[in-house]
């Protein structure tokens, strides 16, 4: 994977205005710090802003112009994903990622985040997990320094827009998740809080899950009821 970043300019003015709120609201909005997880209304009304929102809202073809004018040839054999942020406060930014076909945003997960994702342009598949066990601890496999942990498959699933936003949490709703781009896909992120030089993100690769010697058949025919688990392997970063 490669990421061209783009600069910053005017976010949607919807999710701007979300930022002040109402009389008497406090000046972080929704978006309160670093695990904690905004307010069910907050959620709400900011689902229901990003499910109206389409390309025009995030001006995209200005901001698919601005992208191909920086991304140099087009010769390089690893397919280029750009990065534009388009408003950031230190509460929450808004992030528009472009996809080109083929293209796959890794693994990774949200430390302490809560994100909104819209699909505003073409088809990809999300893969999305949570740990098994929030306070299980990670199991080191080998020497250095990879660690691996028992997570349970939130979703994975074909999106193609028009779609509903999703939405996941510090430690729910699938914060480990992947983007494979099946077209060139335009996604928009609402990030709280916004990564920073000390909250970055980790990789994983994602491994099929041997059952356990202690399960027992009776267990096993119960198959469906059953969440679908993997061993997530930390990975360095693409």
């Known amino acids: 994977m490669k990421v061209t970043v783009e600069g910053s300019g005017a976010g949607p ?29 907050d959620v709400v009304l900011i689902r229901d802003i990003l499910d109206k929102m389409g390309p025009e809202d995030v001006h995209l ?3 698919t112009k601005a992208a191909a004018a920086s991304g140099g040839p087009r010769t390089h054999p690893v397919p280029i994903i750009t990065r534009t942020t388009i408003y950031k406060c230190k509460n929450f930014s808004v ?6 076909p083929g293209a796959t945003i890794p ?26 066990e929030a306070d299980q601890r990670p199991v080191a496999v080998g020497g250095d320094r990879p660690l691996l942990r028992l997570a349970k498959l939130v979703l994975d699933a074909d999106l193609s827009a028009p779609c509903d936003a999703l939405v996941l949490f510090p430690e729910s709703g699938g914060n480990m998740h992947r983007f494979a781009a099946a077209t060139a896909c335009a996604v928009l992120d609402v990030l709280g809080p ?4 000390d909250r970055d993100c980790t990789y994983y690769q994602d491994l099929p899950y041997r059952r356990h010697i202690d399960d027992t058949d ?6 469906e009821q059953k969440p679908r688990l993997g061993w997530l392997l930390e990975t360095r970063k693409p």
């Open 61 to 63: 073809r200005a901001v």
């Open 107 to 132: 693994l990774h997960n949200h430390p302490g985040m809560t994100v909104f994702s819209k699909l505003l342009l073409g088809s990809l598949r999300v893969t999305s997990y949570d740990w098994a």
């Open 13 to 41: 003015a919807a999710v701007k205005r979300r930022r002040s709120g109402g009389p008497g609201r406090r000046q972080s909005g929704a978006f309160g710090g670093p695990g904690t997880v905004p307010a069910h209304h």
């Open 194 to 197: 916004p990564y920073s030089g």
């Open 218 to 223: 009776e267990a096993a025919g119960d198959e």
């Open 95 to 100: 992030v528009v990622f472009l996809l080109p």
